[in-house]
């Protein structure tokens, strides 16, 4: 959605949708649609006009973020399922480390849980311990990449270039302490220049690393194009090519 294009395949679903769900009495099925309330709205808004007829948005059923108190039971509850029951003080240290996730879009709720805890799990193994503690969720969620001296350890002759990442470091740092939106603190493009090999793709994977650390980005992924990727065979392609 939102490309001002219509993919054809997904119309033809849509359509079929529409077509053998008639939304009537005595229909012998039940047809639910599950998705992200933002991306739902935009395909039942742009699809067939009778998907709207038969998916009415106003009696959706919206299922909130759980609360910490919420993500400390589940954990507790997942944890004692495992035979590796957790302490409520160990329960709610573990939930703060998705503090970053539950700050970006598209939480993982019960599902970032049940990843957090296998990270811990495996944590606890490699200590060879046969219980859980607190040490075994600490950083677990974002990982040993996400420290800021991993991070920059091996970065050689790039000291200004380090020294400007951190100051944007400080002021999302800032942001968060004054409870404002971390995401305002800074921009979100960059430019890159120098001479090749002068470390500009290393920094702009560290640069990635930083932001889904600082909790900027869902993840740390870098995609590299060139500006031949960007050449296409007629007006309007290059849209679908930068997305």
């Known amino acids: 959605s939102g490309s001002g294009a219509k993919d054809p395949y997904l119309s033809a679903v849509i359509d079929t949708i529409v077509e053998c769900v008639q939304a009537v009495p005595g229909d012998d099925r039940v047809v639910v649609l599950c998705g992200y309330r933002e991306e739902m709205e935009a395909m039942i808004k742009d699809s067939n006009p009778g998907l709207a007829r038969r998916f009415q948005l106003d009696n959706a059923f919206e299922f909130e973020d759980y609360d910490v108190d919420a993500l400390v039971r589940i954990l507790r509850k997942k944890a004692e399922k495992a035979g590796l029951p957790v302490t409520l003080p160990i329960a709610r240290f573990a939930v703060q480390q ?11 709720n019960a599902g970032a ?4 805890l296998s990270r811990a799990k495996l944590a606890m193994a490699d200590a060879r311990r046969s219980t859980l503690e607190e040490s075994d ?27 400007k990442l951190k100051e944007l ?34 920094v702009a994977r560290r640069m990635g690393r930083l932001f889904k650390s600082l909790g900027l980005l869902p993840t740390d992924e870098v995609v590299e194009t060139s500006a031949s990727d960007f050449v296409t065979g007629y007006v309007g392609q290059t849209g679908k090519a930068t997305a």
């Open 98 to 108: 998705l503090e970053k996730a539950r700050s970006q879009g598209n939480f993982g």
């Open 113 to 116: 849980v049940e990843n957090l």
């Open 137 to 163: 969720f600490a950083g677990a969620e974002n990982g040993e990449d996400g420290r800021e001296e991993d991070i920059f350890a091996d970065l050689q002759g790039c000291e200004e270039v380090i020294r």
């Open 169 to 202: 470091r400080d002021l999302v740092e800032m942001a968060e302490d004054m409870g404002e939106d971390r995401t305002n603190a800074v921009e979100f493009n960059y430019l890159f220049t120098g001479a090749p090999g002068t470390g500009k793709t290393t």
